[in-house]
């Protein structure tokens, strides 16, 4: 997944804003398969389990079967075709969700060898904080950040000064 370039940046950066609001005595689910930043957690002291690949689209069991006091949903909505059902499913009292945001200078991402790495929805601020209201969350607190890359080019400078990544902590209503 990371072969050529390591997230430091946004690891960093998700890992403190997890900190500033989650005790290492809450419980997380973190939707997705087990990952790179699933094994960060577990090794700053938190308690975390990962779904098993399912298609969250189609079968929300792990969200409705869950006792964990946390959900984590980390770079993953833009690939449902559907959060609005997933984040009605959860039983959770806390999120933390971060998405990438849609970059006016540069398409959708799209693989064109892995069908699970494909980008539906490329979310501005506004519309993850709209989706999370109209499904019984409230927005506690949120942080966007850049993503330089060090390449040459208009998009590369882009990118020294344009949000990227934008994460929420909510709580249900």
Do not use: C
């Not at 890992?15 to 957690?41: A, R, Y």
């Not at 109209?134 to 966007?144: A, E, F, L, M, P």
């Amino acid at each position: 997944m990371y072969e050529k370039t390591f997230p430091n940046k946004r690891f960093k950066l998700t890992l403190e804003f997890l900190q500033k609001h989650i005790k290492p005595s809450e419980t997380i689910l973190d939707l997705g398969v087990e990952n790179p930043f699933s094994k960060i957690m577990k090794e700053a002291g938190y308690a975390v389990t990962n779904t098993t690949g399912e298609d969250l689209d189609f079968n929300q069991n792990s969200l409705q079967q869950s006792q964990e006091t946390v959900v984590t949903a980390l770079e993953i909505f833009e690939h449902l075709l559907n959060p609005f059902v997933v984040l009605n499913q959860i039983k959770a009292n806390k999120l933390i969700i971060s998405i990438p945001l849609r970059l006016w200078f540069s398409p959708a991402y799209r693989s064109k060898t892995d069908m699970w790495d494909r980008h539906y929805h490329e979310f501005e601020d506004w519309q993850l904080d709209w989706l999370l209201e109209k499904t019984g969350w409230k927005i506690v607190d949120r942080q966007q950040w850049t993503n330089p890359v060090k390449k040459f080019g208009i998009r590369p400078l882009l990118r020294y000064f344009t949000n990227r990544y934008y994460i929420v902590y909510a709580e249900r209503i």
